[in-house]
C-alpha cells in the first residue's frame, strides 16, 4: 500500500482537522464521474452534506475541474480524483479551511468545505486552485516542497485570472502581496531555502519557503518567453513534461533535468541550484520591472504599452482551453 503524500496549505494559521475524522474516500457517499477525451474524474461527496450542498459542491467540482485545463488544455491525469468532506472548523469568511492532496496510484485532491457555502462562494476560494495545481507536475510526493508548493502559489493566481475570478491587476497584486509575506518572515534569514524547506514542518517557515517557490516557476516564466521570442512559457513546459513522465513519480531533480531537456534549455537546472541556496525571497523588481509592472506604495500598477505589458498579458490570457469541464458520465449514490 503506498504512503498518502498531503501537501500543506497557505491557510497555516487555521486549525488542523483531527485525523480521526472521516473522509469522503472512506465512507459511504455519492460518486459522480466527468470525463475529457479518454481522461476520467470521480469525484466522492460525502453523505453528511444535505442533497442541495452536494448539488452546490459538484457544481464548484466541474467548475475547478475546468480550471485546471487552463494550463496545457487537459487534466494531468488520465484518471483522478476529487473528494469532499464537511470541516469542523469551517467559517463564512473561509468555505475551504483545509485541503490537501493524497499521491498514489490515483491522485486524489480531498477538501474539507463549510456545509453551507454556495457554489459561488467556493469557487471564489484560493485554495482549490492551489491543491489542483500540485497536479501539473508528477511529483514524487517529497523532498524539496519549496519547489511544489512555490508551482500551487504561483498558478493559484494564474487559474483565477484565467477564470475570470479575478482581474489581471488583482493577480499581481497577490503576487506582489505574498512575496511581502514571504520577505517579511525572517526569522530564518541567512538559511539556504533548501534546508529551510526541509524543515519545514518543524520551523514553520511557510512563507519563505512557498513565495521563494513561486518566485522560481515566475522566474522561469518569464525568461522562457523572453529566450524564446513568446515560443515557448511555462504552459508549454509544463505540457511536454506531463507528456513525457506524466504517469511517472519523479523528484525535483528529476523534474527539472528533464524540463531543461524536453525543451532545449539551459534554464530549469539553473535557476532550481539559485533558489535552492537563496537566503532568503529573491528579488522581484527586475521581474515586475521586464514586464510593465510598477509598485507604488505597496500598489501594483500596470503600464498598458510596450512588450513587457504584452508579456504579461500573455501569462494571464494563457492558450489552453475554455474553462468548461469535459461530459457527465452519470453519478451513483
Not at 475570470?164 to 509575506?181: N, T
Not at 494571464?316 to 468548461?324: D, L
Request: with cysteine; net charge neutral; glycine share 8%.
Amino acid at each position: 500500500m503506498k504512503r498518502a503524500i498531503c501537501t500543506y496549505c497557505l491557510a497555516l494559521a487555521l486549525p488542523l482537522l483531527p485525523l480521526a475524522q472521516a473522509s469522503a474516500a472512506d465512507s459511504t457517499g455519492s460518486r459522480h464521474f466527468f470525463r475529457e477525451g479518454d481522461r476520467r474524474l470521480e469525484v466522492l461527496i460525502s453523505d453528511r452534506y444535505p442533497p442541495a450542498m452536494r448539488e452546490n459542491l459538484l457544481l464548484w467540482a466541474d467548475y475547478i475541474a475546468g480550471a485546471l485545463k487552463q494550463v496545457y488544455g487537459h487534466w494531468p491525469d488520465r484518471r483522478w480524483q476529487i473528494s469532499v468532506d464537511p470541516a469542523d472548523a469551517a467559517s463564512a469568511s473561509d468555505p475551504i479551511p483545509w485541503a490537501q492532496v493524497h499521491r498514489g496510484e490515483v491522485n486524489r485532491v480531498e477538501f474539507f468545505t463549510a456545509t453551507t457555502a454556495s457554489a459561488d462562494e467556493l469557487r471564489r476560494a484560493w485554495t482549490s486552485y492551489h491543491e489542483l495545481a500540485h497536479l501539473l507536475i508528477p511529483y514524487r510526493g517529497w523532498g524539496d516542497a519549496w519547489f511544489s508548493e512555490g508551482l500551487a502559489s504561483y498558478y493559484q493566481n494564474i487559474l483565477q485570472a484565467r477564470m475570470g475570478l479575478i482581474s489581471e491587476r488583482q493577480m499581481w497584486q497577490k503576487l506582489y502581496d505574498g512575496f511581502q509575506r514571504g520577505l517579511a518572515e525572517t526569522r530564518f534569514d541567512g538559511i539556504p531555502l533548501a534546508a529551510v524547506s526541509d524543515d519545514l514542518r518543524e520551523n514553520g517557515a511557510f512563507m519563505r519557503v512557498y513565495w521563494s517557490g513561486a518566485w522560481y516557476f515566475l522566474a522561469a516564466d518569464n525568461r522562457l518567453r523572453l529566450q524564446s521570442g513568446g515560443r515557448q512559457n511555462l504552459d508549454t513546459a509544463l505540457e511536454k513534461l506531463n507528456q513525457c513522465c506524466g504517469e511517472q513519480r519523479l523528484s525535483v531533480p528529476r523534474i527539472v533535468a528533464q524540463l531543461d531537456q524536453l525543451n532545449k534549455v539551459l534554464l530549469f537546472g539553473t535557476l532550481y541550484d539559485d533558489v535552492a541556496a537563496s537566503t532568503t525571497v529573491p528579488d522581484f523588481s527586475a521581474i515586475f520591472a521586464s514586464m510593465g509592472i510598477d509598485v507604488r506604495d505597496g500598489e501594483i500598477h500596470l503600464q498598458e504599452q510596450g512588450p513587457g505589458a504584452r508579456l504579461r498579458r500573455e501569462i494571464v490570457r494563457g492558450g489552453a482551453g475554455e474553462p468548461r469541464i469535459g461530459t457527465a458520465m452519470g453519478s451513483a449514490l
